[in-house]
C-alpha cells in the first residue's frame, strides 16, 4: 500500500488518562492518522466518540506484550497506512507501592511485561514501519521513578524496576539504530498525572507512612500533560531529543 500522506500516530493505552489525552490532542490536527489503541475497543467508548467525531482515529485492540496482538496492530497500521510517523508508547501499570523486600513475583512480572516488554515488542513489529517515516520517533512514556540516579523517597519497586529496564531498552535503540536509520528513541515523564493511575499513586504514598507526600500543585491533569507531551513530540529531533530522558512538564532532561 502507498505511504500514507498523513503524519501517522500510534498511540497505545488510549482508552483513559494521558493516552486518550493525547490521542484527543492529535486527532484535532488535519493531516493526522492516529491509531489508538484499547485493550477493548468494543467498551473503549470515550475513544470510539473521538473516532466518530475526528474521521481520524483508528481504534485497535492491544494488550502489551502480547505477541498476536502487537503483530496484528503493526499489520493494521502496514495496511492502513503504509509507514508510522511518531509512535507513543503509552500503555502502562503500576501494580503496587511495596518495597524490593516486599512486592511480588506476580507484581515483578507483570510490571515488567506491561511496562518493558511490551514497548520492546512494539519497537520490533513496527521497525520495518518507521524506517518508512522521513522523521520516525518512538517515544516511550517512562516516569521519573525509573530514575535509578533520582532516587525517589517512597516505595513502587516493581514499577520503578520495569521503567528503569525500559529507559535501558530505548537507550539500545536510540545508540544502535538511532544513528543508521535516523530513528528518535526516546523516553519521557508525563508528570505527576490526575489519571486514575496518579490519583491512586498520591493517596497510596500519602498513606504509606513514607512521609512523602506530592506537593499539590505539582499535580497535573491529563489534559495537561498531553499538551506537555505534544509540544515535545513537535519540536524533538534526533539530534536533540535522541537517547535522551525527559520531563515533558519542563522541558528538561531527567538523570538516568
Ligand atoms: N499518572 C501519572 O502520574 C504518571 C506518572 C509517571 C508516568 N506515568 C505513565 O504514563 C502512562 C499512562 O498512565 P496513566 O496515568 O494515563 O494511567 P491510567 O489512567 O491507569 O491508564 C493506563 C492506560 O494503560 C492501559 N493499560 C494498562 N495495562 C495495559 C495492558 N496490559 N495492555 C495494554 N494497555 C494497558 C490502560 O488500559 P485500560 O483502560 O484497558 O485499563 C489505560 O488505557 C503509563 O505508562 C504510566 O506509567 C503516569
Redesign the pocket.
Known amino acids: 500500500m502507498p505511504e500514507s500522506t498523513a503524519t501517522v500516530y500510534l498511540i497505545?493505552?488510549?482508552?483513559?488518562?494521558?493516552?486518550l489525552s493525547i490521542a484527543t490532542v492529535l486527532a484535532r490536527r488535519e493531516n493526522a492518522l492516529v491509531f489508538a489503541t484499547?485493550?477493548?475497543p468494543a467498551k473503549a467508548e470515550a475513544l470510539n466518540a473521538l473516532a466518530k467525531e475526528t474521521g481520524r482515529v483508528e481504534v485497535v485492540k492491544?494488550?502489551?506484550a502480547n505477541e498476536e496482538d502487537t503483530k496484528s496492530l503493526a499489520q493494521v497500521i502496514e495496511d492502513k497506512a503504509g509507514k508510522v510517523d511518531v509512535v507513543i508508547a503509552?500503555?502502562?501499570?503500576?501494580t503496587d507501592f511495596d518495597s524490593i523486600l516486599k512486592t511480588t513475583h506476580q507484581n515483578l512480572t507483570q510490571s515488567f511485561d506491561?511496562?518493558a516488554v511490551?514497548p520492546i515488542l512494539l519497537f520490533q513489529a513496527l521497525y520495518h514501519l518507521l524506517r518508512k517515516s522521513s522523521a520516525p520517533q518512538f517515544a516511550v512514556?517512562s516516569?521519573?521513578l525509573g530514575s535509578i540516579a533520582l532516587g525517589f523517597p517512597f516505595e513502587s519497586d516493581a514499577y520503578g524496576i520495569s521503567k528503569a529496564a525500559v529507559n535501558y531498552a530505548v537507550k539500545r535503540i536510540s545508540l544502535y539504530l538511532g544513528q543508521n536509520d535516523r530513528i528518535n528513541a526516546y523516553v519521557l515523564?508525563?508528570?505527576?498525572?490526575t489519571?486514575?493511575?496518579?490519583l491512586h499513586?498520591t493517596t497510596s504514598v500519602a498513606d504509606s507512612g513514607a512521609g512523602f507526600e506530592f506537593p499539590p500543585d505539582l499535580l497535573i491533569s491529563?489534559e495537561q500533560s498531553a499538551k506537555f507531551i505534544a509540544d515535545l513530540v513537535d519540536n524533538a529531533s534526533l539530534e536533540k531529543t535522541g537517547g535522551k530522558f525527559w520531563d515533558a512538564t519542563t522541558g528538561n532532561e531527567i538523570p538516568w
Not at 189 to 193: I, K, N
Open positions: 497505545t493505552g488510549a482508552n483513559r488518562g494521558i493516552g484499547a485493550r477493548q492491544y494488550e502489551s503509552n500503555a502502562g501499570v503500576q506491561v511496562n511490551g512514556v516516569s521519573a515523564h508525563p508528570g505527576v498525572v489519571s486514575d493511575m496518579g499513586a491529563p
